[in-house]
């Protein structure tokens, strides 16, 4: 506990008090007041301004825009999105958000955690800092980057090899079938999107875990435990509700993910099972058609979209924050 | 019954085996994609990297040559009208939740709201700010009602606001308050004790936190899009659409024309090498521990 953490002492109350220059004081008071106001301000005025401009998809579709579904009038298959003609339905892009980041999950947890693990009870002291200094960088590398990389490298990559192995391999599932030419689609997204929420998991999982006590790792050692038994017992235990609440970060980011997603999912509106078909995200669909929306309608219920998107990340991220706090509240100060 | 126990003993430390290479395997596998972007990133962006790339405009479609000078200059502006709004208003907030708010329930929302906020997909603040600015004629906001500079600077800005507030109470809260009191004791009034005094110790935090929201808008491509628009010539005017680098990059990424493609990685180029230089200073700032000697 350092010593900034404590109140206020009798002298500076003292001090204080006595101040002889109390309009300039109470003046800048509140404007530090108004500037931590204005956080509020912002979330407000997000959802403000999101609702008034989705007002027109709201009041011709009402909450049926999630989930109803259009018959194509020629063909008599199921349709969802076709803005020449006025059919709006969210579902394909709330299907497609789903699965690319359930997927995307899928794969970062695992290794998010193993590499946690490793980082805080068995990586050399000397390796420690290079590699959580690698992991830093993996979160500043910016979205678009990312997606020019899969693009050009993880695409060809997933087409030649990963995908015809999957198929030939796993295609009984009937989640893998490689009528997909192209490469991109949900299962690119899924991996661009698990590197991307990597570093996140990690290092918050690294963050709780650091903060269980090492009495904890110590007492489960003295019965004999093997270092895998302690690290399951005497660490993974105690830090579980924080490793959740990484978890649920890192969903919230790759819910909202949008540039690299975009550039591998293929940005079709259609539902398919199979995950090397193609798809599109809510947020894929915002950056891809928003600036050439071909109606006022049109507009509205990408704008709709984003309003769902945004109330989800808020609660996911209100979990997650949550969850977080409550593990590290009474952690042991600064154990980093 | 002693066979048993020996069996256990070897499968419990061939399961300890087993999990270390597992964790080992974990973080090999995390590095690789690491390894892999930067070495095609170089690999790509360093041979379509020359003086014209920083010098000249995009030339128009399928004609190779030219650069992105256009979309560094665009980024300046829109960075520098982003850190005019999300510097001063971040480290205000800071100053609340470390000086006036400390431990009350008021700042603990302040707070939470902020960690929330940086957890909003960037394409919806860029919604919400084409909402606010660009789709509105109003006499209150200026240049709105059109694509401009100044609503993607806005929509950046707002994006720095959580970051900088958060590292800035981080920092001061680790100003003692021994500094404080001896501020106080000298007569300095409270305003100015916290301006020339405890935001003076802990300013190389501070600058750290910013550099670290700077970097991350920087590569901000979602808010963008449908707020400063892109602009295919030279502009400086807050009043106009203007284009950014990893805007240019997108556009030109998803265009059919292998030159363009070249320009794309080399702007990738450019602008992670600009993001890693600030992590990397920012690395070093706080493994020095500027902030270790004040306390």
Redesign the interface.
């Known amino acids: 506990m ?8 009798p ?2 109350v003292f ?2 008090s006595r ?3 109390a309009i ?2 109470r ?3 509140w ?10 301000g ?2 407000g ?2 959802a403000w ?2 609702m ?2 989705s007002q027109m998809t709201w009041s011709q579709f009402g909450l049926g825009f999630f989930y109803k579904s259009f018959v194509d009038p020629v063909n008599h298959q199921p349709m969802y999105w076709d803005p020449v003609n006025g059919y709006f339905s969210a579902v394909p892009f709330i299907y497609g958000t789903l699965v690319s980041s359930f997927l995307s999950l899928l794969i970062a947890v ?6 946690a ?3 805080t009870e ?1 990586c050399p002291r000397a390796l420690r800092g290079p ?1 959580a ?6 979160a ?10 899969a ?3 993880l695409v060809p990559l997933l087409r030649e090899y990963v995908n015809p192995l999957l198929t030939s391999l796993l295609g009984w599932t009937g989640l893998f079938n490689n009528d997909n030419p192209t490469g991109l689609g949900f299962l690119a997204g899924g991996v661009i999107l698990s ?1 991307m929420i ?1 570093p996140i998991i ?1 290092s918050l999982t690294r963050e709780v875990m650091t903060a269980v006590p090492h009495s904890q790792r110590e007492a489960v050692l003295a019965l004999g435990a ?4 302690m ?1 399951r017992m005497g660490v993974l235990r105690n830090a579980r509700i924080g490793i959740v609440g990484a978890i649920i ?1 890192g969903l ?2 790759a ?5 690299a997603v975009t ?1 591998v999912i293929g940005n079709t509106p259609e539902i398919h099972k199979s995950l090397l078909a193609n798809g599109t995200s809510m ?1 894929a669909v ?2 891809n058609e ?2 050439e929306a071909v109606s006022d309608l049109h507009r509205s219920a ?2 709709e979209i ?1 309003l769902a ?2 109330l989800v ?2 609660v ?3 979990c ?2 949550l969850l977080v706090w409550v593990v590290t509240r009474g952690a042991p100060a600064q154990a980093r | 019954m002693a066979g048993n126990e020996n069996l256990r003993t070897r499968w419990r430390a061939w399961t300890d085996a087993g999990v270390t290479v597992l964790a080992i395997l974990a973080t090999l596998i995390v590095v690789t994609p690491l390894a892999a972007i930067f070495g095609y990133l170089i690999y790509k962006g360093a041979s379509s990297l020359n003086l014209a790339f920083f010098m000249q405009i995009p030339r128009p479609e399928g004609e190779s040559g030219g650069g992105m000078a256009n979309a560094i200059v665009g980024s300046g502006v829109l960075l520098l009208v982003a850190s005019l709004i999300g510097v001063p208003i971040g480290i205000g907030g800071g100053v609340f939740l470390a000086e006036f708010g400390r431990g009350t329930k008021l700042a603990n929302a302040v707070r939470f709201t902020a960690d929330v906020l940086n957890g909003v997909p960037s394409i919806v603040m860029g919604l919400a700010i084409y909402s606010l600015i660009v789709s509105t004629h109003s006499g209150l906001i200026p240049f709105s009602g059109h694509f401009s500079a100044f609503s993607g600077g806005v929509a950046l800005g707002i994006m720095m606001i959580p970051t900088v507030c958060r590292t800035t109470e981080e920092m001061l809260l680790m100003v003692p308050h021994a500094v404080r009191e001896a501020a106080l004791g000298l007569g300095l009034p409270n305003w100015r004790s916290v301006l020339s005094i405890t935001v003076k110790t802990a300013s190389p935090g501070i600058i750290t936190g910013c550099m670290l929201a700077f970097a991350r808008v920087a590569g901000e491509t979602a808010p963008l899009i449908f707020t400063a628009f892109g602009n295919a010539f030279m502009n400086t005017s807050l009043n106009q659409p203007i284009e950014a680098l990893p805007l240019q990059i997108w556009v030109f990424a998803i265009s059919p024309y292998d030159d363009q493609h070249r320009l794309a990685w080399a702007g990738a180029l450019v602008l992670i090498a600009l993001i890693v230089l600030a992590v990397s200073l920012v690395r070093y700032v706080t493994s020095r521990g500027v902030l270790k000697g004040a306390s």
């Open positions: 350092g010593p900034g953490k404590e109140g206020p002492s002298v500076r001090l204080l101040g002889n220059s300039a004081d003046a800048f008071r404007l530090m007041t108004l500037c931590a106001f204005s956080i509020f912002i979330v005025l997000i301004r999101l008034v401009s695992p290794l998010g955690v193993g590499l693990i490793f980082l068995m590699l200094f690698l992991t830093e960088l993996l500043a590398i910016p979205s678009i980057v990312y997606g020019l990389w693009m050009y490298a590197i990597l990690s093997t270092r895998w038994e690290i970060l919230g980011r819910l909202g993910e949008t540039m550039m947020a915002i950056a928003f600036s990408l704008i984003g998107l945004f990340t808020i996911v991220n209100a997650a924050q």
